[in-house]
């Protein structure tokens, strides 16, 4: 059976120079890496920016020996790329020009929606964008902590790292998320539809 | 008379435990028990990159190099 290498013997080989070792540590944790700066970030073509910008930076810091392996690669890229969602907001209050607020998806402008289910696709889709302006309404501390969780899947050890913060920080800024949700979900009266 | 041992529960060893993908800390509150409702309708989304977009990072990562 062929043993999956882990995330550091890929790094390794990727600075002998074997490329496509770095290519498959994008293929193994892109998903994370872009769910995480996605919903902290709702205009999707920065979000695509600062996700590649997150890998690029990734080679960067590998390629000039500052990762050290700690068993931890993936909460080591999700810091870089909470690094760059901060240095971005930084950049936009100097120049106080950009607004958050401006992404807002087609509904309509998708050739899936020309399937028979069309309606099902429809009021997924609405779903899906009631949640994803549910997270959005949540406090940045508290939206952080729910998207490292929930849709990068790392630990609420690893968030506290990331986020400066202690782990019962974390731990509480999860359950302020979760009863505000569930709060608004009340409010807004969303429910699931479709399974 | 049945030998002891044959009939109790068999000894699990601290290996056998599975504890991979769990976090300690979200067990122990239970967030998943307390807000199944919550976390069911988050499980509605799925962001995933498009693939044009990882096709175009991995080609800017094999120019990089």
Known sequence: MKKTMSDYELIEKFVKGEQSCFEELIRRHKNKVFAYISLYIRDQALAEDLFQDTFLKVIQSVKSGKYYDNGKFISWVMRIAHNLIIDHFRRVKQLNTVSNDDYESDLFNSRKLADANVEDQLIKRQIQKDIRKLISELPDDQREVVILRHYSGLSFKEIADITDVSINTALGRMRYALINMRKMMEAKKISLTIN | ?65
């Open chain 2, 1 to 65: 008379m049945k030998p002891m041992g044959l009939s109790s529960t068999p000894f699990l060893s601290y290996h056998e435990i599975q504890v991979e993908n769990i976090d300690i800390y979200d067990d122990a509150w239970g967030f998943y028990q307390e807000f199944s409702d919550v976390m069911k309708l988050l499980d509605q989304v799925k962001p995933v990159p498009k693939k044009r977009l990882t096709k175009r990072l991995i080609e800017r990562v094999r120019q990089q190099n």
